[in-house]
């Protein structure tokens, strides 16, 4: 799946807005009770200035705004980053990893699940828990996504890791986070969608006390891999449903998608968004990224216009009104 890009902090600075309004979790749960059944517009971008195109080209602003953070490059909470997603009335997703993403691979020992639960990285873990703590906002954070594979070092079999470390892991990681009083953090639990050979997801789960979203990552990778153009109903649907196994009435969410270019893509991309608010999902964050091939809404005003047609439609959330989105990503907790 498309490797992780971090949004840099120095690209953003200047979207804060001074005099942040601080959202309370009952505030937001009060705000976001009369928004149910709506689906949240989210996405991923390397940069604020590559999300303020794509938005302008979509005609939609993004009510989640997804980045990426590794370990080995990202020792603070970026407090900035968080702040101009906020100035824009959007809720951050940070997909938070365990690894050096510059250097990739799978044998990366150093960040073997078990020396995060023996303790290794509580200094960082933390730090970051700390920092959240004093925001005031949500927080979305899918730890260590798509684990299920077998492409990153936190995989079970990779990287010296045994059956049951994820789940230890995850449950370490949260259980220092609540230990520092970080009650504004949104749990994302988010496997790749299921293919034969990867790694069973009851496995992998800590279970429904221990997460607030349930998410999956998919694509349509049309002629860039060897099965083709695929569908929504052909991605999605099985692992949705075991999603919904796993964790009975927890908001699911497509925390990554896209589709490779090609002269359907527009039509795929509106069936797409229609599936996904008719299965019920609390947000679809689009992968908007020009990487092993052009994931993105805006590559084109066709594929824009057809984003645009559907999520500035009933039935859908954009950005814009930080408390009224707060109260549908708080809509998980328990």
């Given amino acids: 799946m498309p490797v992780a890009t971090r949004i840099t902090i120095a690209a953003v600075m200047f979207a804060i807005l001074a005099g942040m309004i601080g959202v309370t979790d009952t505030d937001a749960r009060t705000a976001g009770l009369a928004a149910r059944g709506q689906t949240l517009f989210g996405m991923n971008a390397p940069s604020l200035e590559q999300l303020d195109a794509s938005e302008s080209a979509v005609g939609a602003r993004a009510a989640i705004v997804g980045t990426f953070a590794d370990w080995a490059h990202s020792p603070d909470f970026p407090r900035g980053l968080v702040d101009a997603i906020n100035a824009r009335g959007a809720v951050p997703l940070i997909s938070w990893e365990p690894w050096d993403s510059w250097r990739g691979g799978v044998d990366q020992p150093r960040y073997a699940l078990r020396r995060i639960v023996a303790g290794s990285y509580d200094r960082l873990i933390d730090r970051w828990a700390t920092e959240i703590a004093r925001t005031g906002r949500p927080v979305m954070i899918r730890f260590a996504p798509e684990m299920n594979g077998d492409w990153r070092p936190w995989a079970t079999g990779v990287n010296g890791n045994r059956p049951g470390d994820y ?30 050979g990867s790694t069973p997801l009851r496995e992998l789960f800590p279970g429904p006390r221990e997460v607030d979203w349930m998410a999956v990552d998919g694509y349509n990778w049309g002629s860039a891999r060897p099965w083709g153009w695929q569908s929504y109903a052909d991605i999605f649907p099985p692992t949705l449903r075991a999603l919904e196994r796993l964790a009975p009435g927890r908001p699911v969410m497509i925390a990554e998608t896209g589709s490779a270019p090609d002269a359907r893509k527009p039509a795929w991309v509106a069936d797409a968004l229609r599936g996904a608010h008719a299965d019920g999902l609390g947000a679809v964050v689009w992968f908007e990224f020009d990487k092993e091939t052009d994931w993105r809404l805006g590559a084109d005003p066709t594929t824009a216009g057809a984003a645009g047609a559907v999520v500035r439609g009933p039935g859908w959330r954009r950005g814009g009104d930080l408390r009224a989105i707060a109260g549908l990503v708080y809509a998980g907790r328990r």
């Fill in 167 to 196: 789940v230890a892991a995850w449950r370490h990681v949260r259980s220092r986070f609540s230990r520092a009083g970080a009650r504004d953090v949104v749990w994302v639990w988010n496997p790749v969608i299921a293919y034969d």
